[in-house]
């Protein structure tokens, strides 16, 4: 059964420091999802990535992806106010990119001035 | 852009009444997804749909059925609604096959209250 764990669950940082949350997953996949969520809204896509050592960067936020680990990272630099969301990684399910996507619990992220 | 639409965004349901939820996707998607979302539990699959007619199980489908009569329409239906069903309720849809760099999509969402 594929699991997906996030770390932390809550972060509660300040503006302009830098910080890591972690993505791992149980079983191989090629194709990784992150998703930003703010309250009372959907899911907004922030990244896919799709093989080893895979980078992708979007402003602040960073994404990683280490298949031989089964690790994800988004790495967030300088934080700023508008950063606080609830972030979330997926995995394809089956790793054929179907969209049956297994969730982490996702990460809330607290910026604070 | 890609758009899909899920038409309730909030409803109040009484137990034991059948409920539909819609979502509608315009960019021809073979895919289509229905999740919910509970705190501390994060999004569950329930049902997801590859054809038009065709639907498969995901983890957590008791209680819930779906209807796929169109490309571009899935509907969830739950058929007495309980209150442990009251959630928000996310559609997402993808292109079938492995496109490099695909996203899957997802709706406004609706929330749903079983009194």
């Known amino acids: 059964e594929l699991k997906v764990e996030q770390n932390p669950l809550f972060l509660s940082m300040q503006e302009g420091k830098n910080y890591t949350i972690y993505c791992n997953y149980s079983?191989?996949?090629?194709?990784l999802y992150w998703y930003r969520q703010d309250p009372g809204k959907s899911l907004e896509s922030l990244f896919v990535?799709?093989?080893?050592?895979a980078v992708k960067q979007e402003g602040r936020l960073m994404a990683s992806l280490d298949t031989k680990a089964r690790l994800s990272t988004l790495h967030i630099t300088a934080a700023v106010h508008d950063l606080s969301a609830t972030y979330f990684c997926?995995?394809?399910?089956?790793?054929?990119?179907?969209?049956?996507?297994?969730f982490g619990k996702g990460t809330k992220l607290s910026v604070k001035p | 852009d890609v758009k899909v639409t899920q038409s309730s965004r909030y409803l109040v349901k009484r137990t034991g009444e059948k409920v539909f939820l819609e979502c509608v996707q315009d960019?021809?998607?073979?895919?289509m997804f229905w999740y919910r979302q509970d705190p501390g539990l994060g999004l569950r699959l329930i049902y997801f749909?590859?054809?038009?007619?065709?639907?498969e199980k995901g983890d957590i489908p008791e209680g819930y059925s779906v209807s796929r009569e169109k490309k571009e329409r899935f509907s969830l239906i739950l058929e007495s609604a309980s209150t442990n069903q009251t959630s928000m309720y996310l559609c997402?849809?993808?292109?079938?096959?492995?496109?490099?760099?695909?996203?899957?999509?997802f709706g406004e969402g609706s929330w749903l209250t079983v009194v």
């Open positions: 997926a995995v394809d399910a089956y790793g054929g990119s179907q969209g049956n996507l297994i």
């Open positions: 079983t191989t996949s090629d194709r």
């Open positions: 990535l799709l093989s080893n050592g």
């Open positions: 960019m021809d998607h073979e895919n």
């Open positions: 749909s590859y054809d038009v007619k065709m639907k």
């Open positions: 997402a849809s993808i292109p079938r096959g492995k496109y490099s760099g695909n996203t899957i999509y």
